[in-house]
């Protein structure tokens, strides 16, 4: 996988790539590069077999402040309709990378989480912070809808429509504390052991069967738009598919052998 990127870190060890934006500074604020860069990143992501799980990681003891007010925001005043519309759909093809790059995501929350930074933390698969957290959908306090980036329509089935509301309307920070609590984090660890939580995690993520694992997401993005009868039909498809592949071989044949399997993905 590319790691040769400009506009945040990138590493791969193992299997397991971690992303960090890199403005510590200011808290990790995106540019337009970086949203680019990112989209495109998970874009390629979805055609390399090489990683199998991605840690996004904070940087300086926060995840990302979201948009920066200087290099986003202050630009934004002054485009035309098309350009913000070209703009939003580029944000919004960020997530959509995210939610198809078919290897699960572990955001590593600490510190500030807002805006875009908390649509990232939103769109990954599983989610662990510091009691330090705050994140924020923050959209509604600059004058705008919460409806950014697939906010409305994913938040809802994380932390349920009430809860969801409430963050959108309010533009409130959620506490790690409310997050665990509602669901929005799997897990909450101190800040000296979150990024040893969040690699143990995705170490056991990228240990399991690859392509299950792709058929795992595929399916947890596509079946909210199913009826129970597709989604049936659509798993029913899926698991038989993963029975043709090797994984689910040596699966038995280790059981049978009292080992434990190693799987390769294929």
Not at 58 to 67: A, R, Y
Not at 74 to 82: F, I, S
């Amino acid at each position: 996988m590319r790691t040769d990127v400009e506009h945040f870190l990138c590493s791969v060890v193992d299997g397991i790539a971690t992303v960090q934006l890199n403005r510590p500074e200011r808290k990790n604020p995106l540019t337009f590069d970086s949203y680019a860069e990112l989209r495109d990143w998970f874009r390629d992501l979805s055609y390399d077999d090489t990683v199998k799980a991605v840690v996004f990681a904070p940087n300086g003891g926060n995840f990302s402040s979201g948009g920066d007010v200087h290099d986003i925001i202050g630009p934004l005043t002054k485009m035309t309709m098309k350009e913000l519309l070209a703009f939003t759909r580029m944000t919004g093809d960020l997530v959509k990378a995210m939610v198809n790059c078919g290897k699960p995501i572990i955001a590593a929350v600490d510190g500030i989480c807002a805006g875009a930074g908390a649509i990232i933390s939103m769109a990954s698969d599983l989610r662990i912070a510091t009691p330090e957290a705050k994140t924020a959908f923050l959209f509604n306090r600059v004058g705008l809808a919460g409806c950014d980036m697939g906010a409305c329509a994913i938040l809802p089935r994380i932390i349920g429509q009430g809860r969801a509301a409430e963050l959108l309307y309010l533009g409130r920070a959620m506490t790690a504390e409310e997050g665990h609590a509602w669901g929005y984090f799997n897990r909450v660890v101190a800040a000296d052991a979150l990024m040893a939580e969040a690699q143990a995690l995705a170490r056991r993520i990228a240990d399991g069967p690859g392509f299950a694992n792709m058929m795992t997401k595929t399916m947890l993005a596509q079946e909210w738009s199913m009826s129970i009868e597709q989604a049936i039909e659509a798993e029913a498809q899926a698991q038989a598919i993963c029975m043709q592949g090797q994984d689910f071989h040596r699966a038995y044949h280790a059981f049978v052998a009292k080992e434990r399997p190693v799987f390769e993905g294929d």
